[in-house]
């Protein structure tokens, strides 16, 4: 039996989504941004395929930028995300999507000052 360890991008991916609080939701991209990947959400997609039931992961409060579930609305899992949000009191419109600006959580990462602008290219120009 062979131990697999966890990339640094996983662990963040796995504390992130355990911290969507029930009744919310999170994008894809937002845990990726969040994990410090931002163009990591296939990453963030394959987490949630292969560590969900290991870890408990709430998968359901994970959504498409759209709003939307990524499943087909024909399978079983769409029917179990569905239900699943719509227990915690989440609505979909008729269009099987939620309001993201209600619902989606408010989390959002933070940038390190190595990671800002310089100022001479921030809002407001040079002086």
Known sequence: MSIVQLSEFSKKVIETILKIPAGKVATYKQIA??????????????????????YKLPWHRVLNSQGGISFDPASRNYKDQKRKLEKEGVVFNTNGKLDLKKYQW?????????????RMFSKGGSR
């Open 33 to 54: 941004e969040l994990s410090g990947k931002p163009q990591g959400s296939r990453g963030v997609s394959w987490i949630l395929h292969s560590s969900s039931t290991k």
């Open 106 to 118: 408010s989390k959002r990462p933070t940038v390190k000052r190595s990671q800002a602008q310089p």
